[in-house]
């Protein structure tokens, strides 16, 4: 059966007309609960606070839809997340759309509600945006761009001048789980106990801990490059080496499992929904309380600390069998895009 033109998009979509105007109205504003708003060229915010953090990030990944999310859960959660880690509580996120000619309308508008739903339970608006609409083939299908703006929460001071040797290391939890995900469903490999992106808002935990915490020093939730680049930015920003635990690490033994099966170290696969914090020794175990009572934070570990340098600032992780190994930084190896 042949499909109505309406049922996908055409360049007509992002030429200014009636058909962007009927793409922007009715299904784009309509899903995220703004159908009334006013098309302005910016968005006026009311934000009561001197001190704001802001970011942006683009959203490519492939598949679109995976176990545990797809692209808009995606986008809205990233860019939640960097402004969490940040020492901020999000509150208002930008979204643009580059949408290829033919990309089926449905799937817009099923990626759309996951966007609105996500935002919603985060209490983050999205008041501003922009759609394209380009030539099939220019993208793959649909980029999703984001900007965020957060409040500085008050008394948050982050940042790696802050680390300090003794500091505890603490994981949200199991790591690795979005990025063997990806490469499962792209690689079509089925495993016993099925895969699942760990993709989530982290902001109500970080916000949580922050407001009732005062010896954290350093977050970062640990994306491309996983765990294993985050710890190494933190040896070399501040030149203290640090010390982890292999046995401390929580990871899903399926996603262990699905990495060595594929030839991956599993501290190198990107996350979606942790973040990594370096907190005081009087602190930590305040803080991981707090994690493990939120329910994205239930498997969350103490799994090292900052140590001296002999040398040259290093990780290094005590292995299973009591050995000691030095945690790289990923080269780089080509993954599937995870974001």
């Known amino acids: 059966m042949k499909s109505n033109q309406h049922d996908r998009?055409?360049?007509?979509?992002?030429?200014?007309?009636?058909?962007?105007?009927?793409?922007?109205?009715?299904?784009?504003?309509?899903?995220?609960?703004?159908?009334?708003?006013e098309l302005n060229d910016s968005a006026r915010l009311e934000l009561e606070s001197g001190s704001l953090c802001f970011t942006t990030d683009s959203y490519v990944v492939k598949p679109l839809f995976f176990n545990g999310g797809d692209i808009?859960?995606?986008?809205?959660?990233?860019?939640?997340?960097?402004?969490?880690?940040?020492?901020?509580?999000?509150?208002?996120?930008?979204?643009?759309?580059?949408?290829?000619?033919?990309?089926?309308?449905?799937?817009?508008e099923k990626i759309l509600d996951s966007?609105?739903?996500?935002?919603?339970?985060?209490?983050?608006s999205i008041v501003t945006g922009d759609t394209k609409t380009v030539e099939?083939?220019?993208?793959?299908?649909?980029?999703?761009?984001?900007?965020?703006?957060?409040?500085?929460?008050?008394?948050?001071?982050?940042?790696?001048?802050?680390?300090e040797v003794g500091d505890k290391i603490i994981v949200s939890g199991t790591i690795g789980d979005h990025g063997m995900t990806?490469?499962?469903?792209?690689?079509?490999?089925?495993?016993?106990?099925?895969?699942?992106?760990?993709?989530?808002?982290?902001?109500?935990?970080?916000?949580?801990?922050l407001e009732n915490i005062n010896g954290v020093k350093f977050m970062r939730d640990p994306t491309r490059g996983g765990l294993a680049a985050t710890l190494n930015e933190i040896a070399r920003e501040t030149g203290h080496s640090l010390e982890i635990c292999q046995t401390d690490i929580p990871v899903n033994p399926t996603v262990q499992t699905a990495a060595d099966m594929l030839g991956f170290d599993v501290l190198n696969i990107a996350n979606e929904g942790k973040f990594v914090a370096v907190v005081s020794p009087q602190s930590a175990k305040?803080?991981?309380?707090?994690?493990c009572e939120h329910n994205i934070g239930k498997e969350a570990s103490?799994?090292?600390?900052?140590?001296?340098?002999?040398?040259?600032?290093?990780?290094e992780i005590k292995t299973e069998i009591g050995g000691r190994r030095i945690v790289q930084m990923p080269y780089g190896r080509e993954l599937p895009r995870i974001c």
């Open 182 to 209: 990806i490469i499962s469903q792209r690689k079509d490999i089925k495993f016993q106990s099925q895969l699942k992106s760990d993709c989530a808002s982290l902001s109500d935990l970080t916000c949580s801990i």
């Open 302 to 315: 103490i799994i090292g600390e900052i140590v001296e340098t002999r040398d040259a600032a290093v990780v």
């Open 9 to 37: 998009i055409l360049l007509a979509h992002g030429g200014g007309g009636q058909l962007s105007e009927s793409l922007i109205r009715n299904t784009i504003l309509a899903r995220l609960g703004n159908g009334d708003a």
């Open 136 to 163: 099939a083939g220019a993208v793959d299908r649909i980029f999703i761009n984001t900007a965020g703006i957060g409040v500085r929460i008050a008394g948050a001071d982050l940042g790696f001048n802050k680390i």
């Open 72 to 108: 808009g859960k995606l986008a809205v959660c990233g860019t939640i997340n960097d402004l969490a880690v940040a020492g901020s509580r999000p509150a208002a996120l930008s979204l643009s759309l580059i949408i290829e000619t033919g990309f089926e309308i449905k799937l817009l």
């Open 286 to 291: 305040k803080c991981l309380s707090i994690c």
């Open 115 to 124: 966007i609105s739903r996500e935002a919603k339970q985060s209490s983050v």
